[in-house]
């Protein structure tokens, strides 16, 4: 099973660049890395899915280095609205084993103004 | 596009009394899944189907948790008896690809 790894929470300012790292040294050939984001009373939503090297759309860009065993969630310029629960999740992407899609405890970020 | 819909929001009953919970995925989402997710953790697999066939169901407490996917489209979670530590919001998501999930609002049940 690849668990990760996560810091509990971040605070930052409005205008910075936040960077949340996950790591998940158990990390499997075919797995991908997705993080999801969830605000109080909400499911989670979708960011952004990456499997090596950089991914980066409109929202976000996700840096994975060669080995695989970390991920990092690059989130520019944020505002107050950016203030959620960031969850790293591990696992295939057409997976069907049993126990692939965990999530973590998650970073819950602050941004303050 | 209509998202996940999921009913009722809230429930809030005895313990050892049943519950139900409904879920209506993305049209065309041949994957549903249920999460449980108890105040302060992150979302815990209970069991994920693939159009009506379960995939992954290693984290339901089969004892008192059962869930169905007649026809591969709408889904109900049931809990029979209900415990204290059941209570809980209760997700439904779908995805026509593993990984992409999209959530629906949840419920939020309260077990007395």
């Known amino acids: 099973l690849a668990k990760t790894t996560q810091p509990i929470s971040m605070d930052s300012y409005e205008g910075q660049e936040v960077n949340i790292t996950c790591s998940h040294n158990n990390i499997a050939t075919n797995d991908y890395i997705t993080w999801y984001q969830q605000f109080p009373s909400q499911g989670p939503r979708f960011i952004i899915q990456?499997?090596?090297t950089k991914v980066t759309n409109e929202v976000a860009s996700l840096f994975i280095p060669a080995d695989r065993k970390s991920s990092t969630l690059s989130l520019p310029r944020v505002s107050l609205s950016d203030t959620a629960v960031y969850y790293c999740?591990?696992?295939?992407?057409?997976?069907?084993?049993?126990?692939?899609?965990?999530f973590g405890k998650g970073t819950k970020l602050s941004v303050k103004p | 596009e209509a998202g996940v819909a999921q009913s009722p929001r809230y429930k809030i009953i005895e313990k050892r009394q049943s519950v139900a919970f409904w879920c209506n995925p993305i049209s065309g989402h041949a994957t549903l899944y249920w999460y449980q997710q108890i105040l302060g953790q992150g979302p815990k697999l209970l069991i994920q189907f693939q159009n009506n066939g379960v995939v992954d169901d290693s984290q339901l407490p089969k004892d008192r948790f059962s869930a169905e996917r007649l026809k591969g489209v709408d889904s109900t979670l049931k809990i029979q008896p209900a415990k204290l530590e059941d209570s809980a919001v209760y997700l439904c998501?779908?995805?026509?690809?593993?990984?992409?999930?999209?959530f629906g609002p949840g419920t939020r049940l309260t077990v007395l």
């Open positions: 990456g499997y090596k």
């Open positions: 998501a779908s995805s026509d690809r593993d990984n992409e999930q999209f």
């Open positions: 999740l591990v696992g295939p992407t057409y997976g069907g084993s049993q126990g692939n899609l965990i």
